[in-house]
Protein backbone atom coordinates (compact mmCIF):
# COMPACT_ATOMS: atom_id res chain seq x y z
CA UNK A 1 0.00 0.00 0.00
CA UNK A 2 1.18 3.60 -0.69
CA UNK A 3 0.96 6.74 1.07
CA UNK A 4 1.08 10.10 -0.04
CA UNK A 5 1.71 13.16 2.33
CA UNK A 6 1.84 16.55 1.20
CA UNK A 7 5.46 18.09 2.05
CA UNK A 8 7.11 21.59 2.10
CA UNK A 9 11.02 20.21 1.04
CA UNK A 10 13.29 17.69 1.62
CA UNK A 11 12.93 17.58 5.47
CA UNK A 12 9.67 16.06 4.56
CA UNK A 13 7.43 18.88 6.92
CA UNK A 14 3.71 18.04 6.04
CA UNK A 15 2.40 21.06 4.48
CA UNK A 16 -1.05 22.21 5.71
CA UNK A 17 -2.76 22.73 2.26
CA UNK A 18 -2.53 19.74 -0.15
CA UNK A 19 -3.59 21.59 -3.25
CA UNK A 20 -0.67 23.90 -2.70
CA UNK A 21 2.29 21.94 -1.46
CA UNK A 22 5.55 21.61 -3.58
CA UNK A 23 5.93 18.39 -3.12
CA UNK A 24 4.16 14.49 -2.25
CA UNK A 25 6.67 12.42 -0.03
CA UNK A 26 5.54 8.93 -0.85
CA UNK A 27 5.83 5.58 1.48
CA UNK A 28 4.93 2.14 1.21
CA UNK A 29 3.11 0.48 4.11
CA UNK A 30 5.31 -2.11 5.79
CA UNK A 31 4.21 -4.80 8.17
CA UNK A 32 1.70 -6.35 9.11
CA UNK A 33 0.77 -6.16 13.58
CA UNK A 34 3.68 -4.12 13.40
CA UNK A 35 4.03 -1.63 11.01
CA UNK A 36 6.18 0.62 9.46
CA UNK A 37 5.99 3.57 6.39
CA UNK A 38 9.24 2.87 3.81
CA UNK A 39 9.67 6.53 2.38
CA UNK A 40 9.95 5.83 -1.41
CA UNK A 41 10.76 8.92 -3.17
CA UNK A 42 9.78 12.73 -3.10
CA UNK A 43 7.41 13.70 -6.02
CA UNK A 44 6.73 17.41 -7.26
CA UNK A 45 3.52 18.41 -7.55
CA UNK A 46 2.74 19.74 -11.29
CA UNK A 47 -0.34 21.74 -10.10
CA UNK A 48 1.90 24.50 -8.68
CA UNK A 49 4.87 24.53 -10.91
CA UNK A 50 6.21 28.13 -11.62
CA UNK A 51 4.13 29.13 -8.29
CA UNK A 52 6.17 31.22 -6.11
CA UNK A 53 8.30 29.11 -3.70
CA UNK A 54 7.58 31.12 -0.89
CA UNK A 55 3.67 30.60 -0.71
CA UNK A 56 1.98 29.71 3.27
CA UNK A 57 1.79 25.96 2.37
CA UNK A 58 -0.18 25.88 6.05
CA UNK A 59 -2.30 28.98 4.48
CA UNK A 60 -6.14 28.66 4.78
CA UNK A 61 -7.44 28.78 0.38
CA UNK A 62 -11.13 28.26 -0.01
CA UNK A 63 -11.61 26.21 -3.96
CA UNK A 64 -14.38 28.64 -5.13
CA UNK A 65 -13.96 27.10 -8.45
CA UNK A 66 -16.65 24.84 -10.08
CA UNK A 67 -16.30 22.11 -12.20
CA UNK A 68 -17.37 24.53 -15.06
CA UNK A 69 -13.58 26.11 -14.50
CA UNK A 70 -11.85 23.32 -16.44
CA UNK A 71 -8.75 24.78 -16.44
CA UNK A 72 -8.70 24.93 -12.35
CA UNK A 73 -10.16 20.98 -12.52
CA UNK A 74 -7.55 19.82 -15.00
CA UNK A 75 -4.79 21.48 -12.63
CA UNK A 76 -5.93 19.60 -10.06
CA UNK A 77 -6.07 16.29 -12.38
CA UNK A 78 -2.66 16.70 -12.93
CA UNK A 79 -1.71 16.71 -9.07
CA UNK A 80 -4.16 13.63 -8.57
CA UNK A 81 -2.18 11.99 -11.77
CA UNK A 82 1.46 12.55 -9.66
CA UNK A 83 0.42 10.19 -7.14
CA UNK A 84 -1.86 7.90 -8.86
CA UNK A 85 -0.03 4.83 -7.59
CA UNK A 86 -1.26 5.74 -3.88
CA UNK A 87 -3.72 4.15 -2.18
CA UNK A 88 -4.38 7.15 0.35
CA UNK A 89 -3.13 10.82 0.71
CA UNK A 90 -2.78 12.32 3.92
CA UNK A 91 -4.47 15.73 4.27
CA UNK A 92 -4.83 18.50 6.78
CA UNK A 93 -6.66 20.84 4.30
CA UNK A 94 -7.94 20.12 0.98
CA UNK A 95 -10.52 21.77 -1.18
CA UNK A 96 -13.56 19.76 -2.66
CA UNK A 97 -11.65 19.63 -6.36
CA UNK A 98 -8.82 17.92 -4.36
CA UNK A 99 -11.15 15.64 -3.20
CA UNK A 100 -12.32 15.04 -6.58
CA UNK A 101 -9.84 14.40 -8.38
CA UNK A 102 -8.41 12.07 -6.02
CA UNK A 103 -11.65 9.95 -5.50
CA UNK A 104 -11.82 9.87 -9.24
CA UNK A 105 -8.29 7.57 -9.03
CA UNK A 106 -9.62 5.87 -6.05
CA UNK A 107 -7.20 7.98 -3.70
CA UNK A 108 -8.71 7.72 0.15
CA UNK A 109 -8.32 10.77 1.45
CA UNK A 110 -7.00 10.74 5.20
CA UNK A 111 -7.57 13.39 7.51
CA UNK A 112 -5.05 14.23 9.90
CA UNK A 113 -5.47 16.85 12.66
CA UNK A 114 -2.73 16.28 15.02
CA UNK A 115 0.19 18.94 16.62
CA UNK A 116 3.08 17.09 14.49
CA UNK A 117 5.13 18.44 11.50
CA UNK A 118 6.88 15.55 10.12
CA UNK A 119 5.20 12.82 7.58
CA UNK A 120 6.60 9.54 9.27
CA UNK A 121 5.48 10.49 13.06
CA UNK A 122 2.25 11.69 11.10
CA UNK A 123 2.23 7.66 9.43
CA UNK A 124 2.77 6.27 12.50
CA UNK A 125 -0.11 8.04 14.09
CA UNK A 126 -2.35 6.92 11.72
CA UNK A 127 -1.10 3.67 10.78
CA UNK A 128 -3.88 1.67 12.35
CA UNK A 129 -6.36 3.64 10.21
CA UNK A 130 -4.94 2.09 7.28
CA UNK A 131 -6.72 -1.24 6.17
Known amino acids: MKIAVP ?3 ETLKMAGNAGHTPYFAVFTLQGGMFRSF ?3 EL ?5 VAGEDQE ?3 DEHHTCDHDENDTEHVKAH ?3 ADAIGDCDYLVVKMACKNTAKSMNNLGIKLKKYNGTEAKA ?12
Open 77 to 79: DTM
Open 43 to 47: RANPK
Open 55 to 57: HDH
Open 38 to 40: AFE
Open 120 to 131: EKILMELAPQFL
Open 7 to 9: VVD
